[in-house]
């Protein structure tokens, strides 16, 4: 059980990494350019900036990277089954799955009438995996790393996982409130 539990987290970490390079180094211009949805409230809002999608971005991808060396470096094989083009394609599409789920969410909570930074359970702490995961079940080989019970178990631990780096950020002061 636990052993999967770890799997998990190594096959979704280039999802998980671009948020907290977000909230580390993000902030200056919001992506909606301040801009207003037709309901008069804000596309997005000031929490998506430019900064931290890029951030984001390349967070996750240079997180893959990173695995992808572990591996090689110790002989397990989990992205490295995968050829380096492949594996990038992959980490690419999970680093932007999870910056556009994030979004998504935003987006979401503003037509709802929640404010930046306003707490939306479950919304706040899945919108990024569920759309890691479907964009990158377009990879050719998604299903045979991504099982479904790695995907059941994702969407099962994700939230504690979530709740509990946010409140470490709030703690550090990188984030105004613990969600
Ligand atoms: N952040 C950013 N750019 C992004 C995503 C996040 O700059 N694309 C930074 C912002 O400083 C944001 C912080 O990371 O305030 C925390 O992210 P998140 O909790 O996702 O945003 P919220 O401020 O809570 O805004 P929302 O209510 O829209 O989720
Ligand atoms: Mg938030």
Not at 50 to 69: D, E, N, V
Not at 135 to 160: C, G, K, M, N, Q
């Amino acid at each position: 059980m636990l052993w999967i539990v770890i799997t998990t987290l190594w096959l979704f970490l280039p999802a998980y990494t671009p948020n907290n390079f977000a909230v580390l180094l993000g902030g200056g211009k919001p992506l909606d350019l301040g801009k207003k949805f037709i309901d008069g409230k804000r596309i997005f809002g000031d929490g998506k900036t430019f900064r931290g999608f890029f951030a984001g971005f390349f967070g996750g991808i240079i997180t893959g990277l990173i695995q992808y060396r572990i591996e090689s470096f110790f002989g397990f094989k989990f992205f490295t089954s995968l050829n380096f083009n492949s594996a990038i394609t992959l980490f690419l599409l999970l680093s932007t799955g999870s910056l556009a789920g994030d979004v998504t969410g935003s987006f979401i909570k503003r037509r709802i009438g929640l404010e930046r930074g306003e707490r939306a359970i479950l919304l706040d702490q899945l919108d990024f995996l569920i759309a890691a995961i479907l964009l990158s079940s377009l990879h050719e080989d998604f299903h045979r790393l991504y099982t479904p019970e790695i995907i059941v178990i994702a969407i099962l631990i994700t939230p504690i996982l979530h709740v509990l780096t946010n409140f470490i950020a709030y703690l550090l002061r990188f984030k105004d409130v613990p969600w």
